[in-house]
């Protein structure tokens, strides 16, 4: 799956932006993407291998068509890379630092809670899927393209990812 | 998602567990994983995500992925859009023209890999303001008029060689670009110079004396050949 091509953007007309105004309409949306996937504090690195990646091919694109998407499409990729990077090697830092130690401003604890340790122990391909359809609220049929992956295959990686939260989440305990 | 979200495979449901009461649907079952994930669509990552940007910017420039750099140079007459490439300055545009209408035309005339960048416009920002403060006389940074071309691009080349605080007329543009008689598209390419102020179009004026015009109002023209100490006819 890694080795296939973002998918081509939808036939259209409309001219390749500046990449700066390209950058600016999705950077929010990606980094919240990544933030979620790989966690706060890789987040910032894999965002400049994904815009990087993106400035790479830009001159190359055809059609302004379906930008989101196609950033969206390298993201994922370079998520699933960065997850499957990191559970090859040990990582020294704790899996839950402090909220007090967040850079970059507000500290926004859900990043940081249990629910998304649990988030980021979940298979590389459930943690990308499942953040597409809950956090981005992507149909499933864009969540696939962006993944290269049927609509099927993309449906049965939230449930996976779902059920495997559950299953380690204690709803009473919680509820209290 | 319902039955359709169990495509995958079937899993059977735990003994007293409440996987399967409440379903697997984040929408309507998920009382607490769904609402917990989807709330981080509040969580600010405005601030962050602009930081990362600038990282970028020069992560693309190290990279050789940065064919068009763009920032702000302070002017008299409000902040001026400059934008280099890696042959030299591509443009310089006043306050009143649409700053993403000129991003887009460099886009289509260059390169659409287009950021801003504080440090790739360090050069050409502090030698504009130099220049406006009467501390600079030449600017060292190369032009990059690739963008422009044919008769017009001549007549721009020659007009950056005009010195410091002297004039040409627009005669004497046309027939330095090589075509003496071709006054009036001399007077065009000037009209149409991307790159003023550094490219001194502002040193052209009328063969009788008259300033001819100048890109958002004579005004302009008057005040950078009087910051140049030229004696201007007719004015105190």
């Known amino acids: ?176 | 998602m319902k039955k359709s979200a169990d495509a995958g495979k079937r899993q059977e449901p735990r003994p007293g567990g409440r996987t399967r009461a409440s379903g697997l649907s984040i929408m309507s079952g998920g009382r607490l994983i769904g609402p917990r994930l989807q709330s981080m669509q509040r969580e600010p990552f405005e601030e962050r995500s602009r930081l990362a940007s600038t990282r970028l910017a020069e992560a693309a420039g190290q990279a050789g992925l940065l064919d068009v750099a763009y920032g702000y140079a302070d002017s008299p007459f409000g902040p001026l859009l400059v934008a280099v490439t890696p042959r030299g300055l591509a443009r310089v545009a006043y306050p009143e023209r649409d700053e993403e209408e000129t991003l887009e035309r460099l886009a289509v005339e260059i390169s659409p890999r287009i950021l801003e960048s504080g440090s790739a416009t360090g050069q050409i920002r502090r030698e504009l303001e130099e220049y406006f403060e009467g501390r600079r006389k030449v600017f060292s940074i190369g032009v990059d008029l690739s963008a422009v071309r044919g008769f017009g691009r001549e007549v721009l080349r020659q007009t950056a060689r005009i010195p410091f605080g002297s004039v040409a007329t627009y005669r004497d543009m046309a027939t330095r670009a090589g075509s003496p008689r071709a006054t009036r598209a001399a007077g065009n390419a000037l009209g149409a110079n991307p790159i003023p102020i550094v490219v001194p179009c502002h040193r052209v004026v009328r063969t009788g004396g008259g300033l001819g015009g100048y890109t958002g109002g004579v005004e302009r023209k008057v005040a950078l050949l009087e910051l140049e100490g030229v004696e201007l006819p007719g004015r105190a």
């Open chain 1, 1 to 176: 799956m890694l080795d296939r091509p973002a998918p081509a953007p939808a036939p259209g007309n409309q001219r390749i932006p500046p990449f700066q105004s390209f950058l600016e309409e999705h950077r929010t949306l990606v980094y919240r993407f990544l933030a979620a996937t790989v966690g706060p504090d890789e987040a910032d690195d894999v965002f400049q291998e994904t815009f990087l990646a993106a400035l790479r091919a830009y001159p190359k694109l055809k059609h302004a068509g379906n930008l989101k998407g196609w950033i969206l499409a390298i993201a994922s990729r370079k998520a699933i890379d960065a997850a499957r990077a990191r559970s090859r090697r040990p990582r020294p830092v704790p899996e839950l630092p402090e909220i007090a130690d967040v850079p970059g401003g507000s500290p926004d604890p859900l990043m940081q809670g249990p629910v998304w340790a649990a988030v980021r122990a979940l298979p590389p391909r459930q943690r990308v899927a499942l953040v597409h359809r809950v956090v981005l609220d992507q149909p499933y049929a864009e969540l696939a393209a962006a993944m290269g992956i049927s609509a099927d295959a993309a449906r049965a990686d939230v449930y996976q990812a779902l059920r495997k939260l559950r299953e380690g989440w204690n709803d009473d305990e919680e509820e209290r």
